[in-house]
């Protein structure tokens, strides 16, 4: 599904028009990320979804019946929040992907209040924020930095920043390629951006018309698909997007709740180290103390409970000597200063450790049942409780690595850290080529040609895109050089290489092309 400024767009107004001053009866979570939003008006229910999914994050009513079992911290905030509230309209933040959900809360006490549920439709990046007189009350996905936009509760929400325009009207005459369409207007993707350029239209001059492209397969608001691919026409978005096909994933369940389970617990210690970095910091202004009992004059062989030193109080322990307090100091300070770089050196192995299984979650999702072996044995040094299996002779287990073989050229894909180790150093000559997508998880792929000529170079790099975090976006920047230029991260959790010489190649992923390829 192409999920972009225009699909919101469209997707605000239908949405807006059948949930319009109804009453939210209940909220409930299907799945991890998956929650379902039941209104009620006029005598008829509807189910709202909200899917924060990396790969089908989406809004739209249901007319399905799913599981409700699910218990978190956030659904609770949810429901407390705003179970009972009136929504009183559903914008969109100027044209980016951004859904506004304005609810009226009624309160014994305080009346009528306003709050606010704004779902981020960015892929991985997709995020549920409740929030109310702009402060974030709390959020799905919480991060905090130093510098710029916070998730966490009680921090002023911001939008993403963007200096790009809305596209209510596309200045074609400054326009060179849709991809300068896709810089400079919000919400724009290139799927669209290339269609509105060969037609040189407006998108308001467009059709709504909910299709989906049975070739492709994929969907969109109006038809941009080619006219000889067989296609199915939808009376409404949300039918669109509720006829998603459902796939058999009960073979990831195990291995889904771990990496979850796993990456909630580094997120949790990540805050707690950050915590306990600020508390140390604090410590090391013990220093200036133990200087100001020094410089006072006073005989340090006094025992007093506090002095004033410079308009500073210090408050001492009476039972030590001046001396003694100002050496206590200086110990403290010490031993806040070691803890600071323990400290850091702990929070830099934790963010390691949750980029990696960051990585592990993008490589379960392309991840076939023949490849869990692999995923397997990458996750048992970090407690994952393989299931039993008869006893069996030991052999050595090879990689499931794809190997697509043509008359110039050999493809050879690994899907997780143990078969990306294998194709890059044990299968993987110096003059190979190396391909991976930029700055995000995804596949080790190598090509043994010749002459890497424009065919293969476009072909591999769909194929590196399409395995990887990015499979569900449109121009995907992906990197390649020779395998010599390889060379793997020491002492960093998973397998993490560095590359040299890159060049980049931005692409778009054709289903039809990857089947075929495979």
């Given at each position: 599904?192409?999920?972009?400024?225009?699909?919101i767009?469209?997707l605000?107004?239908?949405?807006?028009?059948?949930?319009?001053?109804?009453?939210?009866?209940?909220?409930?979570?299907?799945?991890d990320?998956?929650?379902?939003?039941?209104?009620?008006?006029?005598g008829?229910?509807?189910?709202?979804?909200?899917?924060l999914?990396?790969?089908?994050?989406?809004?739209?009513?249901?007319?399905?019946?799913?599981?409700?079992?699910?218990?978190?911290?956030?659904?609770?905030?949810?429901?407390?929040?705003?179970e009972?509230?009136?929504?009183d309209?559903?914008?969109?933040?100027l044209?980016?992907?951004?859904m506004?959900?304005?609810?009226t809360?009624?309160?014994?006490?305080?009346?009528?209040?306003?709050?606010?549920?704004?779902?981020?439709?960015?892929?991985k990046h997709?995020?549920?924020?409740?929030?109310?007189?702009?402060?974030i009350?709390?959020t799905?996905?919480?991060?905090?930095?130093?510098?710029?936009?916070?998730?966490?509760?009680?921090?002023?929400?911001?939008?993403?920043?963007?200096?790009?325009?809305p596209?209510?009207?596309?200045?074609?005459?400054?326009?060179?390629?849709?991809?300068?369409?896709t810089?400079?207007?919000?919400?724009?993707?290139?799927?669209?951006?290339s269609?509105?350029?060969?037609?040189?239209?407006?998108?308001?001059?467009?059709?709504?018309?909910?299709t989906?492209?049975?070739?492709?397969?994929?969907?969109?608001?109006?038809?941009?698909?080619?006219?000889?691919h067989?296609?199915?026409?939808?009376?409404?978005?949300?039918?669109?997007?509720?006829?998603?096909?459902?796939?058999?994933?009960?073979?990831?369940?195990?291995?889904?709740l771990f990496?979850?389970?796993?990456l909630?617990?580094?997120?949790?210690?990540?805050?707690?180290?950050?915590i306990?970095?600020e508390?140390?910091k604090?410590?090391?202004?013990?220093?200036?103390?133990?200087?100001?009992i020094?410089?006072?004059?006073?005989?340090l062989?006094?025992?007093?409970?506090?002095?004033?030193?410079?308009?500073?109080?210090?408050?001492?322990?009476?039972?030590?000597?001046?001396?003694?307090?100002?050496q206590?100091f200086?110990?403290?300070?010490?031993k806040?200063?070691?803890?600071?770089?323990?400290?850091?050196?702990?929070?830099?192995?934790?963010?390691?450790l949750?980029?990696?299984?960051?990585?592990?979650?993008?490589?379960?999702?392309?991840?076939?049942?023949?490849d869990?072996q692999?995923?397997?044995?990458?996750?048992?040094?970090?407690?994952?409780?393989?299931?039993?299996?008869?006893?069996?002779?030991?052999?050595?287990?090879?990689?499931?690595?794809?190997?697509?073989?043509?008359?110039?050229?050999?493809?050879?894909?690994?899907?997780?850290?143990?078969?990306?180790?294998?194709?890059?150093?044990?299968?993987?000559?110096?003059?190979?080529?190396?391909?991976?997508?930029?700055?995000?998880?995804?596949?080790?792929?190598i090509?043994?040609?010749k002459?890497?000529?424009?065919?293969?170079?476009?072909?591999?790099?769909?194929?590196?895109?399409?395995?990887?975090?990015?499979?569900?976006?449109?121009?995907v920047?992906?990197?390649?050089?020779?395998?010599?230029?390889?060379?793997?991260i020491?002492?960093v959790?998973?397998f993490?290489?560095?590359?040299?010489?890159?060049?980049?190649?931005?692409?778009?992923?054709?289903?039809n092309?990857?089947?075929?390829?495979?």
């Open positions: 599904m192409i999920i972009d400024g225009a699909f767009y469209h605000t107004k239908e949405l807006n028009q059948k949930l319009e001053k109804s009453r939210l009866e209940k909220i409930f979570q299907s799945q990320d998956v929650f379902v939003l039941q209104f009620y008006h006029q008829k229910k509807q189910k709202l979804v909200i899917d999914s990396t790969s089908k994050f989406s809004a739209f009513i249901t007319k399905k019946d799913g599981p409700s079992s699910m218990n978190t911290q956030f659904l609770v905030s949810l429901k407390k929040q705003l009972g509230g009136i929504l309209s559903i914008t969109q933040y044209t980016d992907r951004v506004i959900f304005h609810f809360v009624y309160d014994f006490i305080d009346g009528p209040i306003t709050k606010t549920l704004i779902f981020e439709a960015m892929g997709s995020n549920l924020l409740l929030v109310q007189d702009q402060l009350v709390d799905y996905k919480k991060m905090f930095f130093e510098t710029g936009r916070q998730l966490i509760p009680g921090a002023t929400f911001e939008f993403f920043p963007s200096d790009k325009k596209f209510h009207q596309i200045d074609y005459q400054i326009m060179e390629h849709p991809k300068m369409m810089q400079t207007y919000m919400g724009l993707s290139l799927k669209l951006a269609f509105l350029y060969e037609k040189q239209v407006q998108i308001s001059d467009l059709l709504v018309q909910p989906k492209d049975l070739t492709k397969p994929t969907g969109y608001w109006t038809d941009i698909f080619p006219y000889n067989d296609k199915k026409v939808y009376d409404s978005l949300s039918e669109l997007l509720d006829d998603e096909e459902i796939k058999n994933i009960q073979y990831k369940q195990s291995y889904d990496i979850d389970k796993y909630k617990k580094l997120v949790h210690k990540k805050a707690q180290l950050e306990s970095l508390e140390s604090i410590k090391l202004d013990e220093r200036l103390k133990g200087d100001l020094y410089q006072s004059g006073y005989d062989n006094d025992k007093t409970s506090s002095i004033t030193i410079y308009d500073t109080t210090i408050d001492l322990d009476a039972t030590l000597t001046l001396n003694e307090n100002a206590a200086y110990k403290a300070y010490q806040a200063k070691r803890g600071v770089l323990h400290i850091k050196e702990q929070i830099d192995e934790t963010l390691s949750i980029d990696l299984f960051t990585s592990f979650r993008s490589y379960l999702d392309m991840s076939s049942e023949d869990l692999d995923l397997e044995n990458d996750l048992i040094p970090y407690g994952y409780k393989a299931k039993k299996q008869k006893q069996q002779k030991k052999r050595q287990h090879t990689p499931n690595v794809i190997k697509i073989t043509n008359d110039d050229a050999i493809y050879i894909i690994g899907k997780n850290d143990l078969q990306n180790a294998y194709v890059t150093h044990e299968l993987a000559q110096p003059n190979d080529y190396f391909f991976h997508v930029k700055d995000a998880p995804g596949s080790h792929l090509v043994k040609t002459s890497l000529d424009e065919p293969i170079l476009r072909k591999a790099a769909m194929l590196s895109a399409y395995f990887s975090s990015m499979r569900y976006s449109s121009s920047p992906v990197d390649y050089t020779l395998i010599r230029n390889v060379k793997k020491p002492r959790p998973g993490k290489v560095t590359i040299k010489n890159q060049k980049t190649i931005y692409i778009d992923i054709d289903e092309l990857i089947k075929s390829y495979l």
